[in-house]
T-cell receptor
Framework: RKEVEQDPGPFNVPEGATVAFNCTYS??????FFWYRQDCRKEPKLLMS???SGNEDGRFTAQLNRASQYISLLIRDSKLSDSATYLC???????????FGKGTRLSVIA | ETGVTQSPTHLIKTRGQQVTLRCSSQ?????VSWYQQALGQGPQFIFQ???????GRGNFPPRFSGLQFPNYSSELNVNALELDDSALYLC??????????????FGSGTRLTVV
């Protein structure tokens, strides 16, 4: 079983739609959680960190459920520029590496 | 402040050859990590260097090796290349071994094709 699992998609949504991505992680020692965005043939870039209390950054909302070992990302009012692959990432803290999911591909269509 | 730079950007090698990829870390960052991203997959951790020593390794064979230099730049070497080594190789630097995890900065990667 992969340490971080995501639905690979693709999710094809119209502009203005709300879309949600889910992610589960298997290692209960995970301490830090993130969503990264990766455009085609580019490097991953940090979109937002995810906190237990939930956090919001503009149109993006991230949630963490430690009991269920589940992370989500909600994108409201989708824009064409949101088209990308969204990577769920966890970390066990200290000097341990980032552990990435396979990514969920989103296409926002005009 | 300069970011993470990787070279070359693209590379084509023949099976059995050796390759060296290079990474210059962001100013002020002393830790460098290397990741392999195969097509359609998330990045997979290869190893990490802190102050010129390997400080963690993923599930990769010994033919994947690395170095970190006093200026914190780094090299990834792969011997006896196999077709499955074809991937995007990403370097990420961070400010300290036990620093903030969201301080990682990724380079734009080296796309290696093995034929």
């Amino acid at each position: 079983r992969k340490e971080v699992e995501q639905d690979p998609g693709p999710f094809n949504v119209p502009e203005g739609a709300t879309v949600a991505f889910n992610c589960t992680y298997s290692n209960s020692a995970s301490q830090s959680f993130f969503w990264y965005r990766q455009d085609c043939r580019k490097e991953p870039k940090l979109l937002m960190s995810v906190y237990s209390s939930g956090n919001e950054d503009g149109r993006f909302t991230a949630q963490l459920n430690r009991a269920s070992q589940y992370i989500s990302l909600l994108i409201r009012d989708s824009k064409l520029s949101d088209s990308a692959t969204y990577l769920c990432v966890v970390n066990r803290g200290g000097n341990t590496p980032l552990v990435f999911g396979k990514g969920t591909r989103l296409s926002v269509i005009a | 402040e300069t970011g993470v730079t990787q070279s070359p950007t693209h590379l084509i090698k023949t099976r059995g050859q050796q390759v060296t990829l290079r990474c210059s870390s962001q100013s002020g960052h002393n830790t460098v990590s290397w990741y392999q991203q195969a097509l359609g997959q998330g990045p997979q951790f290869i190893f990490q260097y802190y102050r010129e020593e390997e400080n963690g390794r993923g599930n990769f064979p010994p033919r994947f090796s690395g170095l970190q230099f006093p200026n914190y730049s780094s090299e990834l070497n792969v011997n006896a290349l196999e077709l499955d080594d074809s991937a995007l190789y990403l370097c990420a630097s961070s400010p300290a071994m036990r620093g903030r995890v969201d301080g990682y900065t990724f380079g734009s990667g080296t796309r290696l094709t093995v034929v």
